[in-house]
């Protein structure tokens, strides 16, 4: 009994149900019927064999038949179904028995429906007024179909003719190049030495004007010690000179170094005089405080950048922008463009 009992609920459990969307319709209307079943998963479901043209019921034609999507009702239950499209040509109201479905070998039936076709009125008093078929006719043109259409191919336009200006523009704004020239550079000890030379040649250690001979001799010095050391001697005293020189750590001559600009002080300032030895010695000791820190891997060519005017940068600013604006508009162009083309396909289709 219990067994018996477990198999009829589970039978119970079997549902078959059928809907039609419209009561009613005229005569080649189509209407569709569903039928739906719910059972548990995995139950074999035999449907009934509908093809197209076949009749459901005297006069009434399955044009098609669809499977619905499967629905998961919950505890183990799910519920399929199909979908028949269904016409008519003669007016009736047909009774539409109950579906039936077998599920896992046992036959259930659906409720019965009923579907009423309808004819469409005649006019029999006057049988000779029959008109025949209209010629097809053309849509009437309805501007705000189009306005949008004609407004955005304005717009390209006025796009495509900014474009076009900007581009004359950036023609007639030519850029400014100005190469970079490349120097060949003296090096530091190599110009001390020419001027030390042109010292020499002059002979004005043997001359009486020992204030012109020092000058020249020191000048030459501040100006070496500024391009290979790196600090403004020409602007500093004697001694700030010699103290810098200090802290750079390069002790080399230090000491005839700040002899020598003593004696040139004394000389230029305190009228002092020299005798000849002395400064041939200290022009010796120039020589040798020239020889002694000199660098020989120091660059021999020299990249001098031109220097731009305030207008040329603000022409080559000018010309940046207009390259940006026309990549801007060149794009709003195409994708308006491509805009414009789709819509006015989409209206005559």
């Known amino acids: ?91 009736k109201l047909y009774a539409i028995p109950g579906i039936k479905v077998k599920v896992d070998g046992k036959e ?70 100005m190469p970079i020239r490349i120097v060949k550079r003296v090096l530091p000890h190599q110009k001390a030495m020419k001027a030390i030379d042109k010292i020499k040649a002059s002979h004005l250690q043997a001359s009486d004007d020992q204030k012109a001979y020092y000058t020249e001799l020191t000048d030459t010095l501040r100006q070496y010690i500024f391009e290979r050391f790196g600090f403004n001697a020409m602007e500093m005293t004697s001694a700030e000179i010699i103290e810098q020189l200090r802290q750079t750590g390069d002790p080399t001559m230090i000491q005839e170094l700040n002899d020598l600009f003593r004696t040139a002080d004394l000389v230029k300032f305190a009228k002092y005089a020299t005798l000849l030895n002395e400064n041939d010695l200290n022009l010796v000791h120039a020589i040798k ?31 940046k922008v207009i390259k940006v604006l026309l990549w801007v508009v060149a794009a709003a162009a195409v994708a308006l463009c491509g805009f414009v083309v789709y819509g006015v396909y989409e209206l005559l289709r």
Request: glycine share 6%.
């Open 1 to 91: 009994m219990l067994l018996v009992g477990v198999a009829t609920g589970l039978h119970a459990q079997v549902v078959v149900d059928t809907k039609i969307d419209s009561l009613s319709i005229l005569i080649g209307e189509q209407t569709q019927l569903e039928v739906g079943v719910s059972a548990r998963k995995g139950a074999v479901t035999v449907w009934p064999q509908w093809k197209p043209q076949q009749m459901l019921v005297p006069g009434l034609e399955v044009l098609a038949v669809a499977d619905l999507d499967t629905t998961d009702l919950g505890d183990g239950r799910v519920r399929t179904g199909k979908v028949l499209t269904l016409t008519s040509f003669d007016e």
């Open 108 to 177: 259930y039936a659906g409720n019965t429906l009923a579907l009423k076709v309808l004819t469409v009125d005649v006019d029999t008093l006057h049988p000779n007024q029959f008109f025949p078929p209209k010629e097809v006719q053309q849509n009437p043109f309805d501007w705000n179909e189009w306005s949008t259409m004609m407004w955005m191919s304005f717009l390209f336009l006025l796009l495509v003719a900014s474009w076009v200006y900007l581009y004359v523009r950036l023609k007639q704004n030519k850029p400014i190049v």
């Open 289 to 319: 405080f020239i020889d002694q820190t000199k660098r020989e891997d120091m660059p021999e060519e020299e990249r001098i950048k031109p220097q731009l005017s305030k207008e040329d940068k603000q022409q080559n600013e000018t010309r």
